[in-house]
T-cell receptor, first 110, second 115 residues
Framework: DAGVTQSPTHLIKTRGQQVTLRCSPK?????VSWYQQALGQGPQFIFQ???????QRGNFPDRFSGHQFPNYSSELNVNALLLGDSALYLC?????????FGQGTRLTVV | GNSVTQMEGPVTLSEEAFLTINCTYT??????LFWYVQYPGEGLQLLLK?????DKGSNKGFEATYRKETTSFHLEKGSVQVSDSAVYFC??????????????FGQGTELSVKP
């Protein structure tokens, strides 16, 4: 059983560009959450999708948007990238209880 | 607001030493509490959890007890191994999606165990 998979693993973008990160949840999981983890910090909640709708959202600007597809996979989009957006982006999938995390996408904005 | 505070690291211990990592929380209502572990280059793994006051979560020799009176969820292990070297995160989630919803994390505590 594959766990949570994220792609790509690493990414370098230029300030002002847009980026799309992808997540495939664990089999049978219908809820996907996204987190931003800056270096040396704990993960910060961006938003959560359930049944293709955003169910909860953290304190992130509208530049951060997402989508969930009918197969429960999800995308995180970030527009107008800032240097401060450089971080590890983690996806977690859940079905009612425990959250399982992917290995993350390391985004570097230069 | 809701928050989690962990003791600062890094924590360096010798193998077989006793480990305590302190965690306190601020939250309204009745949160669920978690400890996650992050090994180098990997995502987070759930280590243990407790969903109500006085519950004790345990896994792989680690334990933590949900203390509502002191709003704490300290992580303990009686004898650490080199393989326990990692970053440990305390976290909480609140109703209505307690165990499947938004997680609020502490800043993490890095543990280094020397042979």
């Amino acid at each position: 059983d594959a766990g949570v998979t994220q792609s790509p693993t690493h990414l370098i973008k230029t300030r002002g560009q847009q980026v799309t990160l992808r997540c495939s949840p664990k089999s049978g999981h219908d809820t996907v959450s996204w987190y931003q983890q800056a270096l040396g910090q704990g993960p910060q909640f961006i938003f959560q999708y359930y049944e293709e709708e955003e169910r909860q959202r953290g304190n992130f600007p509208d530049r951060f948007s997402g989508h969930q597809f009918p197969n429960y996979s999800s995308e995180l989009n970030v527009n107008a990238l800032l240097l401060g957006d450089s971080a590890l982006y983690l996806c977690a999938s859940t079905r009612e209880t425990e959250a399982f995390f992917g290995q993350g996408t390391r985004l570097t904005v230069v | 607001g809701n928050s989690v505070t962990q003791m600062e690291g890094p924590v360096t211990l010798s193998e077989e030493a006793f480990l305590t990592i302190n965690c306190t929380y601020t939250a309204t209502g009745y949160p669920s509490l978690f400890w996650y572990v992050q090994y180098p280059g990997e995502g987070l793994q759930l280590l243990l959890k407790a969903t109500k006051a006085d519950d004790k979560g345990s896994n792989k020799g680690f334990e933590a007890t949900y203390r509502k009176e002191t709003t704490s969820f300290h992580l303990e292990k009686g004898s650490v191994q080199v393989s326990d070297s990692a970053v440990y995160f305390c976290a909480l989630s609140r109703p209505p999606y307690n165990q499947g919803g938004k997680l609020i994390f502490g800043q993490g505590t890095e543990l280094s165990v020397k042979p």
